[in-house]
């Protein structure tokens, strides 16, 4: 008779009982497999009553008291102990890891290029990898404030044209400002949270040097003098890059400061130290030194404007969002009154506007060339009719600046739209406000439909300039693996009845690193070798290198970095587990490369790993691969063992 299932705090209480109850249990730990347990008195624990638990799937009693109870589901119920007996599960390992749930909130989905075979990470793929990590996790408050601030940037560009009743309609533009105001206003503070978080700082210091360039404190008749030029500061000078730099400068000082400064008064002097060097120098260095670029801009943009034409359109098109980066677009306000105040419209605006517009295109182009990447495609679903409104942020830092390419060729349809304003002349907007389709009520003189015009070009250029030059090389032949590995035509198949690989339910599993491949029956870890967790094998590498064990989607990165979770399209669950008992080292040897939601192949290296500290730790070096849930296999095949090279075909599943 089957057993019948329980639930999460019904298991959670069973494992307690059968422990010797919790009086029994001293800690509660877990890794991506198994609930650890501490106990006192092993002579009390029923490992059979264990064992016969449902949702048990081995017990191993040494040291430790383990329970195997797989990926996915083992934190839920070490969680679910924990609120039943407040046992800690100590600081190394959120209680938050590796939920289903919480795994796709925070997909990002930093769109981080795959690693190719003894590739190493670039200082500026690192750069990118940084900044999707701290933008992917606010893109949904991005396109919720982003589609909340379109609808108010309509209502009030058609108010400002006379085209709405502002008596009436500026009551309801208010309250949709203050909804959107608490992401748009206060983005540098989440901003600096984020980063903290990514650069191993403290969260709530990042969000204080955030707000830093706010400047929230100064007294606007006796402001801070930029040193550079003796203006006064502006609030935001440095922009959201400024403040990414600051933020990493702090993590850097914080992990010093934490070695030197003994722990009875670390508390107190770190952080204020923290705040007292990285705010001074981002008030007197990092935000005057970006005010003296943006003063310095000044000609130079003066001069292109003199210029006129499709010239001037290209270049201001082009260089408009690096610069709302580097907060360096202030600089043009003043250009924009004057302007209007001498001919009644700015014809600058709509040229700037297109640099939205080349986003827009380059996201659709990802769209059409990419499909098959699930996670990017959703994510370009939600800020495509944001980006269409002229709010960018959610297209900028979730799906084109990530990928680098993509935003090159984006700011490449940005210009080529602003050449098309340049070019027609006489396109003004009578107002400062947002741009995108939300811009056209203030277009001057009815010149709305040549507005129109360069924002189709700035579509169609960024759309062609990423569909040719932007798509990242890497995505592509993930996306090509992905759908090329399992689709083979039918007569194909029926002439190769045969050959493995012909068959649309067959997944190959790849060697992951160079040394030797081993059946899982030789592992030095009992659960792996008795196959509590699955099938599979194990590698035995030369060096550090770690590939993907097959094609599919990363599902799961445990936070000490030793075991990382892969879905394959035909819906194998596959784990990749770096070493034996490595849970312990807490990631010190542990250099992951792949984030969740990414999509690999056997190419893609997702780890380095530092097999000397394995070795002094008295670590196994086992590179374990297996499928985790094997009732969704119907066949597996030999494996292939000995010497192998990482991204060698080894076994066949189906």
């Known amino acids: 008779m089957a057993k019948e299932a329980l639930s999460v705090e019904e298991l959670a209480a069973k494992i307690f009982a059968a422990s010797g109850g919790m009086d029994n249990v001293e800690s509660v730990n877990h890794c991506m497999t198994r609930v650890r347990m501490t106990v006192r008195d092993h002579d009390k624990v029923d490992q059979q009553g264990l064992k016969d638990i449902p949702g048990v799937m081995g017990v191993v009693n040494d040291e430790q008291l383990q329970v195997i109870i797989g990926p996915g589901k083992v934190n839920k119920v070490a969680n679910a102990m924990v609120a039943q007996a407040g046992v800690d599960l100590g600081q190394e390992i959120p209680q938050s890891t590796l939920s289903g749930k919480d795994a796709l909130s925070a997909k990002t989905a930093e769109m981080k290029a795959a690693q190719k075979a003894k590739q190493k990470q670039s200082p500026f793929k690192s750069l990118l990898k940084d900044i999707s990590n701290i933008f992917v996790p ?278 080529i739209g602003g050449a098309v304003i340049g070019a027609l002349s006489n396109i003004g907007a009578t107002a400062i406000g947002p741009s995108g389709m939300a811009l056209i009520p203030l277009i001057a003189n009815g010149h709305w439909l040549g507005y129109i015009f360069g924002l189709l070009a700035g579509y169609a250029g960024g759309f062609v300039a990423t569909y040719f030059f932007g798509i990242p090389k890497d995505r592509l032949a993930a996306v090509k693996e992905a759908g090329t590995e399992t689709v083979v035509p039918q007569a194909t198949a029926a002439e190769n009845t045969n050959e493995q690989s012909v068959q649309d339910t067959t997944t190959t599993f790849y060697a992951v690193a160079n040394g030797q491949t081993k059946a899982l029956t030789e592992s030095s870890d009992p659960v792996f070798r008795q196959k509590m967790m699955g099938d599979g094998y194990f590698v035995l590498p030369e060096n550090g290198g770690v590939y993907a064990p097959v094609s599919g989607t990363v599902t799961a990165v445990f936070p000490t970095k030793h075991a990382i979770g892969f879905t394959t399209s035909s819906g194998l669950e596959v784990l990749l587990h770096m070493g034996v008992d490595t849970v312990e080292l807490k990631g010190m040897p542990f250099d992951v490369f792949v984030e969740v939601g990414q999509e690999v192949t056997s190419d893609t290296q997702v780890a380095q790993v530092d097999l000397a500290q394995l070795k002094a730790h008295q670590k196994a070096a086992e590179m374990l691969v297996l499928v985790t849930n094997m009732d969704a296999v119907s066949t597996l095949g030999t494996l292939k063992t000995g010497q192998t090279n990482a991204g060698e075909m080894v076994l066949n599943v189906k």
């Open 138 to 415: 606010m893109i949904p408050a991005f396109v919720g404030a982003g589609l909340v601030a379109g609808i108010a940037s309509v209502l009030t560009n058609l108010i400002t044209a006379g085209r709405l009743d502002g008596d009436t309609w500026n009551y309801y533009v208010m309250i949709l400002n203050i909804l959107k105001n608490g992401m748009f206003t206060y983005l540098a503070i989440f901003t600096g949270v984020n980063a903290a978080q990514v650069f191993k700082a403290n969260p709530t210091l990042g969000g204080v040097i955030g707000s830093v360039i706010l400047l929230s404190g100064m007294n606007p008749d006796a402001p801070i003098q930029n040193l550079f030029t003796g203006e006064a500061l502006v609030a935001n000078q440095g922009g959201i890059l400024g403040v990414i730099f600051a933020v990493w400068l702090l993590a850097k000082l914080e992990a010093v400061l934490h070695k030197v400064i003994p722990e009875a008064i670390d508390i107190i002097v770190t952080p204020t130290l923290c705040l007292l060097i990285i705010g001074l120098a981002e008030i007197f260095l990092i935000m005057p030194l970006a005010g003296a670029i943006s003063d310095s801009l000044v000609g130079s943009i003066n001069w292109v404007l003199n210029v006129g034409g499709a010239f001037s359109g290209f270049v201001l098109g082009a260089a408009f969002l690096p610069m709302v980066m580097f907060g360096l677009h202030q600089i043009l306000t003043p250009i924009h009154i004057q302007m209007i105040e001498a001919t009644g419209s700015t014809q600058l605006l709509p040229i700037l506007a297109m640099a939205g517009a080349g986003q827009v295109g380059a996201a659709l182009a990802l769209w059409v060339r990419l499909r098959k990447d699930k996670e990017l495609t959703e994510m370009i679903k939600g800020a495509l009719p944001v980006g269409i409104l002229g709010i960018g942020e959610p297209l900028i830092y979730g799906v084109t600046l990530p990928l680098g390419r993509p935003f090159i060729t984006a700011c490449i349809g940005g210009g």
